[in-house]
């Protein structure tokens, strides 16, 4: 035993021991195993020890048990340990626990009936599971159909779904659920409703090939082969069914608690129709044929409502009325005849009663005659080579012979439907491949079995073959595709099995070649059998009791055949003349159509005659028919081996798909597992083969990623390499010794059965230490916790203890002190008066000899002080004498060498003026100097303020002191006065203190007196006050009493009157939300229908392969636009379109275009009136916002006022300015002119000139920047009005409410909300005060600015007058270039790229000033030259008096430079004019060859729609309603079309939703109504259409819109739908928390992110990208919430639904990174600003799902937690979370049923849908929000890029 099975085999391993009752029983081993123990010591669940015995040759070890985290795998192979208990036990505990009925074993779907109904097979489950792989979504039927789907769509390659099991385990269901996925997901290559078609062949194959049994109420009593056929685009073409081995024996028996065919009992339980009078039927007691097994009647099934279904089936299928009625003729006519009574005439012979009644209604409803019915009943015909006898037969023949003709004529009527119903689902369409559905019979044994049994158990015997080599074949593939070495694995081969039966000299031909004998029987048959096999074939064996059995050793188990009726069933006579009797029926055609073909060969494609007959029905034509006779003496095994054979031929040209249907008990009870049962099952239908072939080799397996991840835990740091590869192949080599037991292909690790449950042991013992070391160190922390908190109590209470006592200790220390401080302080007291007294004496007469010294030292300091003043004016006189006197001579010699330099300098300054060098270096120059000069300044006004304050504190210190010594003089003199005074007056106070002293003591007397009346008296008064303030609270206390249950009364009577104002709200909310959502779903299905109807007509034109010359069919709604939205020409149209039809072709559907037409006029009618109530809504909400406008603009008005001031103080202040600066330039005008003779005049003049034209710049900028902001308050008013109004096609019911207020609580109620609203607005005018204080902040600023550079521009002007004439062309030159490199550097700050450009035009400027200055200095030169000459010549002529007065500035001629004169616009009005035949090229350039990424890039948002609006008021200007209505129409159309074309590129939808909308808008902002207009700026108010109303085109349009809309959801979750799942499921967007499970031969999609694969980034990237183009195509903000929301709504329901269709995902690591991934939408959300847009309550329902998988899950107050916190989950979603709930690791626990119990019990008074999953089709209701453009008209400019240059501007 090697030491990996010694590691397993320890204490508290669980193993399995073989069990008599429950087949296998779990145990616990209680004792270590070791090599030489004989025993196992055991302890079972119930808690009873016993010794399991091993046995002593084999030393067989029992089962182990898979660990806790694989019971319940999706897939039996993800199982470690591969064995039969194993998967028992999985399965029962998925159908138990979690009520799963299905579970994958490799490539097999096992199915176990629940014998429940269960909602898991709606419209939502087919659409969750559409699209998905196989592996990633639980196990089910739909799963295995799209696996095939997509398989034939991937390999073009047919397909076939094969369905098997006992009788009663759901075949029928299974494969009946397989095709409605085919026909739900596929949808019909045409208008026929194939799918519907191939979905009614059920109910009909039902009703007449399905009886019950005592093991199933609807078993299939015959096998069949749908193939459903696709075209190239992969959609259902049709279909064609192929039937096998109908049971025929039960139309004439059925054994106890069984039924006959349904059919029968649904026209018996209909015999009171009035169409069913002529069949003469009764209860179903009456006839033999119904009444054998005593239970006509099955609970809960209504027969009479089963045949209304099966009849709409038949006309469904094209069988019509009479068809129908002769089909229940027959019926009927099998029922009369099983009742017809044969007695014995005598031994030999029997007769038929005359005048039976069942005879006679038989011989009526099939048209034959009496007599002849009744003689071949009772006779028959023998032919010889030479004479013909008719030879009677006795009763018990001529029964047998009844009963044969009744199986017979049944067989044709089944083989007629199965034709017919082939022929309705017939295409003429070409088949591109097919999809077939095996639905065939189990594996079958009962007590007594017979030929049937025989046929059944064979065909089973190989169909195992098929699939054992099926599975074998892909094991091989795996392996070698991994490149694993591959070695043979031993599997079971039936082929000796098979042999035995089809071979030469096999069973069925020793049965063929025994019913060729003339006197062959089923004993002689018996024993040619033992003689063959008996000895030659283990498989064969006999029966020791019997001599008229054999027994065969199938696949499954051992048979035992009753060899009696083998021969007669395999012949399956009938009576040729009562054939002929029936073929000669002239009254009943259906009849002889039945048995037209009798003598010719039963085909392939028709039914045999016996019981082992089978159906192949063929749409082609059947050339078998054309066959020899010699075919009709084929036997039934014969023919049943050759048909077999072709469905093997049949199914190795597919790829097969397998679906094993497991009944769990034999009594059909729900949820109830009867292991024996289904083991019997588990080993017949192979899935114990597949186990034990995939146990053979490698299981399991695993990728290196999934590998490294799950065992990350077992590896050390230094073996984690870089390649994970490489350290998987190190860390196995470490953990199993054993190399056998794994192998490493390409991508995967290849392991044996039981090696991942080893692994899975190592990595729990190693998380188990890591856990009890954790545990032990939180354990450590917390006592080391509690002890410091003890010792810190402890000390605590020692110092409280001891600082109590060190304060009594200071307590009595400070009395102590205080009592040492008293006697200190009253000896201090005493001594203190004394000294006192003594120090009063001496100070006064310290005091009058020391203020006489004082007056003496006072008068000497008064005289020396003026003498010093004197002097000191004396002295500064002299000194600033000679100052004056030395600082103009200096001032003289500094003038006359400065003015000696000057002249030099200047000659340096005129030589280096004409170079750009002096430029530069005078600019850093003067930068230097100004740098410098601004320092010295900085500097001295420093130093200026330090000396003044250092002078003003001097002065106050000055002014200070000498109040001081001025008071103290005072006080001095003062004391001097009051001491002579106080001398005199001591003699008389002395007097006066003895009188006092006689007074007080009479007052002291007087005042003890009134003392105690006063204490009297404040005694009663403080009584009296108590008493009144007790008095005074009681009252108050009843007040506050008052008030507080006023209050209360109040504020419950608010909350009431708030309650219901909401409730009512939301009410009326929710209908208009219903209401919108009707009438939007209307509009999709009228749409739809529209579509519907242009298919027909292509087909119709297509059908007739002529096109009629000059008509072309317009759009339908350009013909309901021309029609005025009636849409009458459109039903004309479709009404000529059918009769057209008519007449064409007659194969045309035309009541399905009736139909089509009676619908869409209803839904046009419902249209209407849905319009109309919504157009009378609108007006109530337009009244009701009129009057809030109303008083919006009352109560704005103030505010207006208040800034109409402060822009008239601006204006008014900018005015002033403005004056200041006109004067200024006047005066620099008039010192120009006053020096006009000077040369340079014409620099001043250039100077000028540029201040001026920089000063025109400036005003200009300042209207812009004024017309900008005007423009931005303007948009915020809009956008303001926009927050506040709805939608302007939303039905207000804010009016409504007020014309109910009729009482006082209404009143009130109105009261309190015009109060909020109130306060709604204060809050926003406060929000727009602050607005416009901080615009009137930033124009100060911007006011500031001017002022500022007004001042440097006087002080430019100020300096270049100062300098000297040659001097200021300089100057401005350099004030020029400094100007130019400020501008410059600005720009280089702002936008490099403008400021390469500037700098090119800056130097180009310079050039040209450059030039300029020469011209100027060669001009001046030449003048000179000319005023001398002149100057001559006046001396000499002695005239030229006034050219000598001319200036050489004014002679000049100043160089003319070429001035662009701009051009005065045109006052447009926003039209644009267009030809009527450039209509087309409009619209074709416009909007069908427009490119809306180039649009939205370079071109304004919304650009066709202002294009496409101005043309529409042109015409609207020149009154051409036929001009109006085309373009509309043209427009209308055109967009349905390119959306038709481009519907699923996103640009191109998102681009003409904005634009659409944005034309929408248009047509309400300048439609002339007030609601509208009132948002206008005045212009625009001009621009309102005048002459047509539009109002109904605005409806259309809108409509279009809600189209565009849904397009652009529909889009949008295309691109989503892939992403979702894995990037919210799947993807581990927190590395690390969710852990691997082991997968089975199913892989589920990796929580890995490997290229390609989605991750959450990949959602947010793509939710941006879908927000950033629609903000770039101009979409309104209301309508990018209400996307967001619907897409938001998608994701969470798509994740949901997935999450609850996902055992693997529902666990609490899952849930932490769902409700991470949901924080990161909602930060997207908070990044966007959307938060307030509703999406994130759209993802409620998963937020709670996460939570739900997060919470604990044990106790009632865990189950009372969840049902609260789950209020936007269903109860039926909530339960299967909980059964879906799968722990990861071991540490985990699963949930346990009664909890769930205790959940569903909480749960069940919820009113709510028994829905499982969330509608992921659901669109929100869109509403399209009134938003006015503040954008001109006439301002809009068409780009030469569109082409539309015949467009004219009017």
């Known amino acids: 035993m090697n030491r990996e099975l010694e590691y397993m085999f320890v204490q508290s391993a669980r193993v399995w021991i073989p069990d008599a009752e429950e087949v296998w029983k779990s145990a616990e081993l209680t004792k270590d195993y070791k090599n030489d123990d004989a025993s196992l010591q055991l302890m079972l669940e119930d808690g009873t020890t016993i010794d399991h015995k091993l046995d002593p040759k084999t030393k067989n070890l029992p089962y182990l048990r898979n660990p806790d985290i694989l019971v319940g795998e999706n897939d039996l192979t993800a199982l470690s340990y591969l064995h039969e208990p194993a998967v028992l036990h999985n399965l029962k505990v998925r159908f138990i626990d979690s009520k799963l009925i299905y579970t994958y074993c490799g490539i097999v779907l096992v199915a176990i009936n629940p014998y429940e109904t269960l909602p898991i097979y709606g419209t939502d489950i087919i659409n969750a599971y559409s699209g998905q792989n196989m592996g990633d979504m639980d196990p089910h039927i739909f799963a295995v159909a799209e696996e095939a789907y997509k398989q034939m769509a991937r390999d073009e390659r047919n397909q076939s779904i094969i369905v098997s099991g006992e009788s009663g385990a759901g075949k029928t269901v299974s494969a009946k659920y397989a095709m409605r996925y085919f026909a739900t997901v596929s949808g019909s290559a045409s208008e026929a409703n194939v799918e519907e078609k191939v979905l009614a062949s059920n109910p009909i194959m039902e009703a007449i090939g399905n009886a019950k049994t005592t093991r199933n109420d609807n078993s299939s009593r015959f096998g069949k082969y749908i193939e459903i056929g696709f075209d190239n685009r992969y959609r259902i073409i049709g279909a064609n069914m192929r039937t096998y081995l109908l049971e025929k024996s039960r139309v004439v028996f059925q054994a106890d608690e069984e039924r006959n065919y349904h059919i029968f009992y649904q026209l018996c339980a209909s015999a009171n129709q009035p169409e069913f009078k002529n069949l003469r039927l009764s209860t179903a007691n009456d006839f033999l044929y119904t009444r054998q097994g005593r239970s006509p009647v099955i609970e809960g099934v209504d027969d009479a409502k089963e045949l209304r279904t099966t009849r709409h089936a038949f006309t469904l299928l094209g069988i019509n009325e009479s068809y129908q009625i002769g089909l229940f003729q027959v019926l009927a006519a099998i029922l009369h005849l099983g009742n017809v009574e044969i007695k014995d005439r005598d031994s030999d012979s029997s007769l038929i009663a005359p005048n039976n009644r069942h005879l006679t209604a038989f011989c009526e409803l099939v048209g034959v005659t009496y007599q002849d019915m009744s003689q071949w009943l009772c006779h028959r015909k023998l032919k010889t080579a030479t004479e013909t006898y008719i030879k009677p037969l006795p009763r018990l023949q001529a029964t047998n012979a009844r009963d044969a003709l009744s199986k017979h004529i049944y067989a044709k009527l089944f083989n007629w439907i199965v034709e017919h119903v082939n022929k309705a689902l017939v295409t003429n369409i070409k088949q591109h491949s097919f999809i077939g559905v095996l639905d065939i019979y189990g594996f079958e044994t009962f007590e007594i079995n017979s030929f049937e049994q025989f046929c059944i158990n064979y065909a089973n015997e190989k169909l195992q073959q098929q699939?054992?080599?099926?599975?074998?074949?892909?094991?091989?593939?795996?392996?070698?595709?991994?490149?694993?070495?591959?070695?043979?694995?031993?599997?079971?081969?039936?082929?000796?099995?098979?042999?035995?039966?089809?071979?030469?000299?096999?069973?069925?031909?020793?049965?063929?070649?025994?019913?060729?004998?003339?006197?062959?029987?089923?004993?002689?048959?018996?024993?040619?059998?033992?003689?063959?096999?008996?000895?030659?074939?283990?498989?064969?064996?006999?029966?020791?009791?019997?001599?008229?059995?054999?027994?065969?050793?199938?696949?499954?188990?051992?048979?035992?055949?009753?060899?009696?009726?083998?021969?007669?069933?395999?012949?399956?006579?009938?009576?040729?003349?009562?054939?002929?009797?029936?073929?000669?029926?002239?009254?009943?055609?259906?009849?002889?159509?039945?048995?037209?073909?009798?003598?010719?060969?039963?085909?392939?494609?028709?039914?045999?005659?016996?019981?082992?007959?089978?159906?192949?029905?063929?749409?082609?034509?059947?050339?078998?028919?054309?066959?020899?006779?010699?075919?009709?003496?084929?036997?039934?095994?014969?023919?049943?081996?050759?048909?077999?054979?072709?469905?093997?031929?049949?199914?190795?040209?597919?790829?097969?798909?397998?679906?094993?249907?497991?009944?769990?008990?034999?009594?059909?009870?729900?949820?109830?597992?009867?292991?024996?049962?289904?083991?019997?099952?588990?080993?017949?239908?192979?899935?114990?083969?597949?186990?034990?072939?995939?146990?053979?080799?490698?299981?399991?397996?695993?990728?290196?990623?999934?590998?490294?991840?799950?065992?990350?835990?077992?590896?050390?740091?230094?073996?984690?390499?870089?390649?994970?590869?490489?350290?998987?192949?190190?860390?196995?080599?470490?953990?199993?010794?054993?190399?056998?037991?794994?192998?490493?292909?390409?991508?995967?690790?290849?392991?044996?059965?039981?090696?991942?449950?080893?692994?899975?042991?190592?990595?729990?013992?190693?998380?188990?230490?890591?856990?009890?070391?954790?545990?032990?160190?939180?354990?450590?922390?917390?006592?080391?916790?509690?002890?410091?908190?003890?010792?810190?109590a402890a000390i605590t209470i020692q110092r409280f203890t001891r600082g109590y006592q060190a304060r009594c200790l200071a307590k009595f220390m400070r009395r102590t002190q205080a009592a040492t401080i008293i006697q200190k302080y009253q000896r201090m007291c005493v001594e203190r008066k004394r000294f006192r007294q003594k120090q009063a004496a001496a100070l006064a007469m310290q005091t009058i000899l020391r203020a006489y010294m004082a007056r003496q030292k006072y008068q000497a300091l008064l005289r020396e002080h003026k003498a010093v003043i004197i002097q000191k004016h004396v002295r500064g006189w002299l000194a600033r004498c000679w100052y004056k006197r030395c600082l103009e001579a200096i001032v003289y010699l500094q003038c006359c060498i400065r003015r000696m330099r000057a002249k030099r300098e200047l000659k340096k300054l005129k030589i280096e003026a004409r170079s750009v060098e002096h430029f530069k270096k005078l600019n850093k120059g003067m930068e230097n100097k100004i740098m410098q000069l601004q320092r010295k300044i900085d500097e001295q006004n420093k130093d200026n303020r330090v000396i003044s304050e250092r002078l003003v504190s001097l002065e106050s210190s000055y002014a200070s002191e000498s109040e001081r010594m001025r008071g103290e003089l005072g006080r001095l003199r003062g004391v001097e006065e009051d001491a002579k005074n106080k001398a005199n007056q001591v003699s008389s106070l002395l007097e006066e203190l003895e009188k006092l002293r006689k007074e007080l003591s009479v007052t002291q007397q007087e005042k003890k007196t009134i003392e105690d009346w006063a204490q009297k008296y404040r005694d009663e008064m403080e009584k009296m006050v108590s008493e009144l303030k007790d008095q005074n609270g009681l009252l108050k206390k009843e007040k506050d009493d008052l008030n507080r249950m006023i209050q209360e009364q109040s504020q419950q009577m608010t909350e009431k009157m708030t309650r219901a104002i909401a409730q009512e709200t939301q009410q009326l909310e929710t209908d208009l939300n219903e209401e919108r959502s009707r009438y939007q779903n209307l509009l999709t299905e009228h749409l739809r229908l529209e579509e519907k109807y242009d298919d027909l007509k292509e087909e119709l034109a297509h059908s007739k392969n002529v096109s009629k010359p000059g008509h072309r069919r317009t759009d339908s709604t350009h013909s309901s636009n021309e029609s005025e939205y009636t849409y009458n020409s459109e039903y004309a149209e479709l009404e000529d379109g059918s009769r057209v039809g008519e007449d064409v072709t007659r194969g045309m559907d035309t009541s399905l275009t009736l139909k089509l037409q009676k619908r869409v006029t209803e839904l046009e009618q419902e249209k209407q009136s849905l319009r109309n109530e919504l157009e009378n809504k609108e007006e109530q909400f337009q009244r009701a916002r009129a009057r809030d406008d109303a008083q919006f603009r009352k109560a704005r008005g103030a505010e207006l006022e208040y800034e109409s001031l402060k822009r008239q103080e601006l204006e008014s202040e900018n005015k002033k300015l403005r004056h200041d600066l006109a004067e200024m330039r006047q005066s620099l005008l008039g010192g120009a002119a006053a020096s006009a003779g000077a040369p340079g005049s014409p620099a001043y003049k250039v100077l000028l000139d540029q201040l001026n034209a920089s000063c025109e710049e400036l005003e200009v900028r300042k209207e812009e920047v004024l017309i900008l902001r005007s423009q931005l308050v303007s948009q915020k008013e809009a956008m303001h009005h926009k927050d506040e109004k709805e939608t302007m096609t939303e039905p207000s019911v804010f009016a409504q409410d007020v014309n109910k207020l009729k009482d006082a609580d209404e009143l009130k109620q109105a009261y309190v909300g015009l109060k909020d609203t109130n306060r709604l607005l204060e809050q926003q005018l406060q929000t727009q005060r602050r607005t416009y204080d901080s615009e009137v902040e930033s124009l100060r600023g911007e006011l500031q600015n001017v002022k500022e550079e007004n001042n440097r521009q006087q002080q430019l002007l100020a300096q270049n007058l100062q300098l000297p004439p040659e001097a200021r062309i300089e100057a401005s030159l350099q004030h020029e270039i400094t100007r130019l490199t400020n501008e410059n550097l600005e720009l280089m700050a702002d936008d490099p790229t403008a400021s390469r450009e500037a700098r090119v035009i800056i130097l180009r400027r310079m050039v040209d000033l450059m030039e300029q200055l020469e011209k100027q200095d060669r001009t001046i030169r030449k003048l000179k030259k000319q005023l001398k000459v002149y100057s001559k010549r006046i001396g000499e002529m002695g005239a030229g008096h006034t050219e000598g007065q001319t200036s050489p500035g004014q002679m000049v001629e100043e160089p003319i430079h070429p001035v662009n004169i701009p051009r005065r616009e045109k006052d447009f009005q926003g039209m644009l004019e267009y030809k009527k035949e450039d209509e087309m090229k409009l619209v074709k350039n416009l909007i069908l060859e427009l490119k809306p990424r180039g649009v939205a890039v370079n071109l304004i948002p919304g650009l066709p729609a202002y294009i496409l609006f101005m043309c529409l008021r042109h015409s609207d200007y020149v009154n051409d309603d036929q001009k109006v209505r085309t373009l509309l129409t043209s427009t209308i159309n055109s967009i349905k079309k390119i959306l038709k074309k481009r519907g699923d590129d996103f640009e191109t939808v998102s681009f003409w939703l904005a634009n659409t909308c944005r034309f929408l808008h248009c047509l309400k902002q300048y439609s002339g109504d007030e609601v509208f207009m009132k948002h206008n700026t005045s212009r625009q108010n001009e621009h309102c259409l005048s002459n047509f109303d539009l109002a109904e085109y605005r409806q259309v349009i809108s409509d279009l819109a809600i189209q565009i809309y849904q397009q652009l959801v529909k889009c949008m979750e295309n691109i989503l739908q892939p992403m979702i799942v894995s990037g919210m499921l799947e993807h581990e967007t927190i590395q690390g928390v969710s852990g691997v499970k082991p997968t089975g031969l199913r892989k589920r999609t990796s929580s890995i992110a490997d290229e390609g694969t989605y991750t959450l980034d990949s959602i947010l990237r793509q939710l941006s990208a879908f927000h950033s183009t629609m903000c770039q195509h101009g979409t309104d903000p209301e309508l990018i919430k209400q996307v967001v929301k619907q897409l938001f709504y998608i994701i969470g329901a798509v994740t949901l639904n997935n999450l609850l269709l996902r055992k693997d995902m529902c666990s609490w690591s899952k849930g932490m990174q769902i409700r991470y991934n949901v924080s990161q939408l909602e930060e997207w959300l908070r990044d966007k600003g959307l938060m307030n847009c509703g999406a994130k309550e759209t993802l409620e329902p998963l937020i709670q799902a996460a939570q739900l998988l997060q919470v604990k899950k044990k106790t009632d107050e865990d189950a009372e937690a969840i049902c609260s916190m789950c209020h936007a989950l269903t109860t039926a979603q909530i339960v299967k979370v909980l059964n879906l709930y799968t722990p990861v690791n071991e540490f985990e626990e699963r949930v346990s049923v009664s909890f769930i119990r205790t959940i569903q019990t909480r749960l069940r008074d919820r009113c709510e849908s028994p829905q499982l999953l969330m509608d992921t089709k659901m669109i929100y209701p869109v509403t399209f929000p009134f938003n006015p453009s503040s954008l001109a008209l006439e301002t809009i400019q068409i780009p030469t890029s569109l082409n539309l240059s015949f467009l004219t501007r009017v």
């Open 467 to 792: 699939f054992n080599m099926h599975v074998f074949k892909l094991e091989q593939e795996e392996y070698m595709k991994e490149q694993i070495p591959w070695t043979l694995i031993d599997f079971y081969d039936n082929q000796p099995c098979i042999n035995l039966i089809e071979a030469k000299m096999g069973i069925l031909d020793l049965l063929d070649e025994e019913c060729k004998m003339p006197k062959g029987s089923d004993d002689s048959w018996a024993q040619k059998l033992y003689n063959t096999h008996l000895k030659t074939c283990s498989l064969f064996e006999k029966p020791r009791m019997s001599n008229r059995a054999f027994i065969i050793q199938h696949f499954a188990d051992k048979v035992e055949y009753q060899c009696e009726g083998f021969l007669e069933k395999n012949k399956d006579t009938v009576n040729e003349e009562q054939i002929h009797v029936l073929k000669a029926s002239k009254k009943f055609n259906l009849l002889v159509e039945l048995f037209q073909d009798e003598e010719k060969a039963t085909t392939p494609t028709g039914q045999v005659p016996g019981t082992g007959g089978r159906t192949r029905l063929s749409i082609k034509p059947d050339k078998g028919r054309d066959t020899s006779s010699k075919e009709h003496k084929k036997t039934v095994g014969c023919q049943f081996r050759n048909s077999l054979q072709m469905l093997m031929e049949t199914l190795n040209a597919t790829t097969p798909h397998y679906v094993r249907c497991i009944k769990p008990n034999d009594f059909k009870l729900a949820f109830s597992f009867d292991p024996k049962r289904a083991v019997q099952q588990l080993r017949a239908c192979g899935v114990l083969e597949t186990i034990r072939i995939s146990a053979a080799g490698f299981p399991s397996r695993w990728t290196y990623q999934e590998f490294f991840s799950r065992y990350r835990v077992l590896m050390k740091q230094k073996d984690v390499l870089p390649d994970k590869k490489l350290t998987c192949k190190n860390v196995l080599e470490k953990l199993v010794q054993d190399q056998d037991k794994y192998q490493f292909g390409k991508t995967k690790i290849f392991f044996r059965a039981g090696q991942v449950a080893y692994l899975e042991k190592l990595r729990a013992d190693k998380l188990r230490a890591a856990c009890i070391r954790i545990q032990k160190t939180i354990r450590c922390w917390l006592a080391r916790k509690k002890y410091l908190r003890q010792r810190s």
